[in-house]
C-alpha cells in the first residue's frame, strides 16, 4: 500500500524526447517521473520499478499505440492506472480503449498543466483506494480460512476428551466399579453429550461453510430414511410418517440437502411438547422438474410469534421451558445450507400447537 | 493391537477388549511409528502378529492413514494376517469414503466405543481367524 507523504510515481511514454521533457520540467518537484522512449522500454521501466502509480502513454508513437501498450501489459501489471494522451483524430481508436476498461481517463494533446495535474490527482485517488480494497479483500479471506481452520481444529480437539469421559462413563458402567445410587453417572454422560451436540453443530457449521457442493441424485425416500436413523429415534415417544412423490430424478447438493432434513427433522423431534401424548412428525416431498419442496410439520412446542423471525439467526434461542433445549445453531445452519443452494425456507407456527418448515430447493437438471 | 495417541482411551480400549474375553492379548501403542516398528520386527513370525489392530485416524505425526499406507508396504503374509477397526470420533466424508479404498479395513467404529459393538465385531472377525492367531 502506497505509504502517505509518499510521492507518486508516473511512467511516462512519448517516442518525442522534447515532450518528455517538458512533462518532466513540469512536474518534476512534485511527483517521482520516470520516462520512456518506446513500449519496449516502459516495460523494462516497470518490471523494474512495479510500484509505478500512474501511466502516462501518448496514443501515437511508431511500433505500437498507447492503446495497444496498456492492452499488453495489463496481465502483468494490472495496478497502475492509466492516462491516455491523444489527439482529436484518433477518437474512434480511444472509444475501444475507455469501453475495454483499461484506461482511467483520457487527455487531449496538447495537455494544460491544471487539467493533467487534476487527473493525475483523481487517477492516484483510485489507484489507492483500489489497493486499499484489494489488501482489505486479502486479509479477509486469510481471516476466513484461519476461523474456519480454527473451528475444525479446536472441534476435534474439543470432541476427543468429552468422547473419552464417555468411555469412561461406559467403563465403569460395564465394570460396576463405582458406586452410583443417584444416577450421577448418567448425569455426567448427558451433560457430556449436550455439550458434544453443540460441537457437533459448529464441525456441520464449518462443513457447510467449506466443503464444495457436488451435484448427483438425490431419492428422498433414501436421504429421509438415513436422516432419521442417524438421529437415533427413539420411536417410543415421537412419531414420525413420511410420503415421498419423486417421479422424476433430483439433482442437488446432497451433502447439504441431508444438513438441512437432519436438522429440521432433529428440530421437530427435540422441540415436542411434553403435554402432547401423541407427538408426531409428518415430512412430505413433493419433486417437480424445477423444485424439491419439503414440508417438516410437527405438533410440538412451536415458537411465540414475536420470535419467528429471529429464529435463523446465529446462537438466537427462545426462553428454554422444556428439556430438549436447543443450541441456536441448528436453523442458522439450514438457512446458511439453502443459501448455498439458491433455496428458500418459510416457517407457520403457533405457540402450543406446533410448527411448519416449508423448503424449497432447485432441482438442478444440468 | 491398538494404536491410539490418547492415552486414557488405550485404556478403555484394552479394559473393552478384556472384558469381551475375545483377545487374549492385548498390545497398546499411542503412537504409529512405534506400531509399525513392532509389525517390521515381527514380520516374520505370524505367530507374534496382531490379528485385529484398533487404528485411531488422527493422531500427530503419522495419523491412522499414514499407517495404513506404510502398512500397505509390508509383504502380502504380514497384510493378510492384520484385519484393522478404524476407531475415531470424525464426523468428516472425506475421511469415511477414503476408509473404502483399503482392503483390510474391516469397519470404523465410533468413539466412545460402545462395548456391545466392539465385541461384535471381534467376535466376527474371530470366526474367520485360525485359533493362535489371535492378538
Redesign the interface.
Known amino acids: 500500500m502506497p505509504k502517505p507523504n509518499q510521492k507518486i510515481k508516473i511512467l511516462y511514454i512519448d517516442d518525442e524526447q522534447n515532450n518528455l521533457n517538458s512533462f518532466k520540467a513540469v512536474f518534476r518537484r512534485d511527483y517521482e517521473i520516470y520516462t520512456a522512449l518506446s513500449a519496449e522500454e516502459a516495460v523494462g521501466i516497470l518490471n523494474e520499478h512495479a510500484d509505478v502509480h500512474l501511466i502516462i502513454a501518448d496514443q501515437r508513437m511508431p511500433k505500437c499505440t498507447g492503446v495497444e501498450f496498456f492492452a499488453s501489459i495489463i496481465k502483468e501489471h494490472p495496478d497502475p492506472r492509466r492516462i491516455l494522451l491523444t489527439g482529436y483524430a484518433d477518437m474512434e481508436s480511444l472509444i475501444g480503449a475507455i469501453n475495454n476498461g483499461n484506461i482511467y481517463r483520457y487527455i487531449t494533446k496538447p495537455w494544460n498543466e491544471l487539467e493533467l495535474r487534476n487527473t493525475i490527482q483523481n487517477a492516484y485517488e483510485a489507484y489507492r483506494v483500489n489497493q486499499e480494497l484489494k489488501e482489505k479483500n486479502q486479509e479477509l479471506t486469510k481471516v476466513n480460512e484461519e476461523l474456519s481452520r480454527f473451528i475444525y481444529s479446536a472441534s476435534?480437539e474439543l470432541?476427543?476428551p468429552l468422547?473419552?469421559v464417555?468411555?469412561?462413563v461406559?467403563?465403569a458402567k460395564?465394570?460396576n466399579s463405582v458406586v452410583d445410587p443417584y444416577g450421577y453417572l448418567n448425569m455426567i454422560a448427558n451433560s457430556v453429550h449436550q455439550l458434544d451436540g453443540f460441537v457437533?453443530k459448529l464441525?456441520e457449521y464449518y462443513?457447510n461453510t467449506r466443503?464444495e457442493s457436488i451435484f448427483e441424485n438425490i431419492n428422498f425416500n433414501g436421504l429421509i430414511k438415513e436422516t432419521i436413523d442417524s438421529l437415533n429415534v427413539d420411536t417410543d415417544l415421537v412419531k414420525h410418517e413420511f410420503c415421498v412423490d419423486q417421479e422424476i430424478p433430483f439433482f442437488s447438493d446432497k451433502?447439504r440437502v441431508g444438513l438441512v432434513l437432519k436438522n429440521l427433522i432433529d428440530n421437530a423431534l427435540k422441540f415436542r411438547r411434553l403435554s402432547e401424548p401423541f407427538p408426531v412428525v409428518k415430512i412430505k416431498v413433493k419433486v417437480d422438474s424445477e423444485n424439491a419442496t419439503v414440508l417438516i410439520q410437527d405438533n410440538g412446542q412451536g415458537i411465540q410469534e414475536e420470535y419467528l423471525n429471529k429464529i435463523f439467526t446465529m446462537f438466537f434461542r427462545t426462553k428454554i421451558e422444556h428439556e430438549g433445549q436447543g443450541n441456536g445453531i441448528g436453523l442458522y445452519i439450514v438457512k446458511e445450507a439453502l443459501n448455498k443452494m439458491n433455496g428458500t425456507i418459510s416457517v407457520q407456527s403457533t405457540y402450543n400447537v406446533g410448527s411448519s418448515f416449508e423448503v424449497i430447493i432447485p432441482n438442478i437438471q444440468n | 493391537m491398538i494404536v491410539d495417541d490418547s492415552k486414557i482411551d488405550l485404556f478403555l480400549h484394552e479394559r473393552f477388549i478384556q472384558l469381551s474375553g475375545i483377545c487374549d492379548k492385548v498390545i497398546s501403542y499411542n503412537n504409529a511409528e512405534s506400531a509399525l516398528q513392532y509389525i517390521n520386527e515381527n514380520s516374520m513370525m505370524p505367530s507374534e502378529l496382531p490379528a485385529i489392530v484398533l487404528l485411531d485416524i488422527q493422531m500427530p505425526e503419522i495419523n491412522g492413514f499414514e499407517f495404513l499406507n506404510r502398512l500397505q508396504q509390508f509383504p502380502e503374509s504380514v497384510r493378510t494376517a492384520i484385519t484393522i477397526i478404524m476407531v475415531s470420533s470424525t464426523v468428516d466424508h472425506t475421511d469415511i469414503n477414503r476408509l473404502e479404498d483399503y482392503k483390510n479395513v474391516k469397519c470404523l467404529l465410533k468413539k466412545p466405543l460402545d462395548p456391545d459393538q466392539l465385541k461384535g465385531v471381534l467376535e466376527k472377525i474371530n470366526s474367520n481367524v485360525k485359533v493362535g492367531d489371535v492378538s
Do not use: D
Request: glycine share 6%.
Open positions: 476435534h470432541r476427543s468422547l473419552s464417555l468411555g469412561i461406559n467403563l460395564l465394570e457437533l464441525i462443513q466443503v451433502f
